[in-house]
C-alpha cells in the first residue's frame, strides 16, 4: 500500500492505517470506510495524504499526467527543478508544495486542465 492525496480520495474507499493531524491526534481508525464528511475533517486538519486499502498512488495518479502535454510537463519540470534545487524534497511538505506548485503551473501554461484540483 502507498499514501495516496486526499485530493484523490472517493467515498467508499477503506483506510488501510489511522489517520492522524499533525499533532498526533487521531482523526480517523484503520479499517473505516470513508464518507464524504472524512474527506472534509482531513483537509480541515491538514492531512494531506492517507493509506488505503489495496490502493497505490500509481492507480490514482496516472490519469493527470496523462492529460498534460508532455512539452508543457517537462518545461514545468525543469523551472521548478531550478526553484525547489536547495529543498528535501523527500519532506513531506516539500513533496506536498512543490505537487501543488506544478499543478498550479501546468495549468497556468496550458489554459486549465480537467481533472485537475482548482488550486
Known sequence: MANIGV???KPG???NSDVKDRNGRLL???GVEIKGKHIH???TWGVAEVDI???TEEDVAPGITEQ???AVLQAVE???DELFRHTDRGHPAVKEI???CMLRKVRHLSGGVSGTKSI
Open 98 to 100: 512543490l505537487r501543488l
Open 28 to 30: 480517523l481508525n484503520a
Open 41 to 43: 475533517i482531513f483537509r
Open 13 to 15: 474507499m477503506v483506510l
Open 7 to 9: 485530493e484523490y480520495l
Open 78 to 80: 525543469a523551472e521548478l
Open 68 to 70: 498534460i502535454d508532455p
Open 53 to 55: 486499502e489495496g490502493i
